[in-house]
Nanobody
Framework: QVQLVESGGGSVRAGGSLRLSCAVSGYTSGIVYMAWLRRAPGKEREGVAGLLISGGRYHVDSVKGRFTISKDITRKTLYLQMNSLKPEDTAIYYC??????????????????????WGQGTQVTVSS
């Protein structure tokens, strides 16, 4: 089992920054992918960024250049640095982990049911 606990959400003005953290515990050696996804009010869940534990990361176009996903193996923590925040970034942000190899694209993975473990979510609110 893997446990994921997010933190770092909050309310900021447009243009501001936040850093989300996801503390990972449990059987972490089985994790292949980790990702951040979000659900905005009245919208479907969407992927934001992901990384392969062995290397490589991906950011969706809407956040590219503004958000950065990273990991600290020693601290067993996944991060999402969010800069130049916009009101449309307002959502609940979830950390997720997948323990199986996936042959599709990152966008396919984000839309799939392949993520085995989820955090409880952290609210990010960006005001104009």
């Amino acid at each position: 089992q893997v446990q994921l606990v997010e933190s770092g959400g909050g309310s900021v003005r447009a243009g501001g920054s936040l850093r989300l953290s996801c503390a990972v515990s449990g059987y972490t050696s089985g994790i292949v992918y980790m990702a951040w996804l979000r659900r905005a009010p009245g919208k479907e869940r969407e992927g934001v960024a992901g990384l392969l534990i062995s290397g490589g990361r991906y950011h969706v176009d809407s956040v590219k250049g503004r958000f950065t996903i990273s990991k600290d193996i020693t601290r067993k923590t996944l991060y999402l640095q969010m800069n130049s925040l916009k009101p449309e970034d307002t959502a609940i942000y979830y950390c997720a982990a997948c323990s199986a190899r996936y042959d599709g694209t990152w966008d396919d993975l984000f839309g799939s049911a392949e993520f085995d473990y989820w955090g409880q979510g952290t609210q990010v609110t960006v005001s104009s």
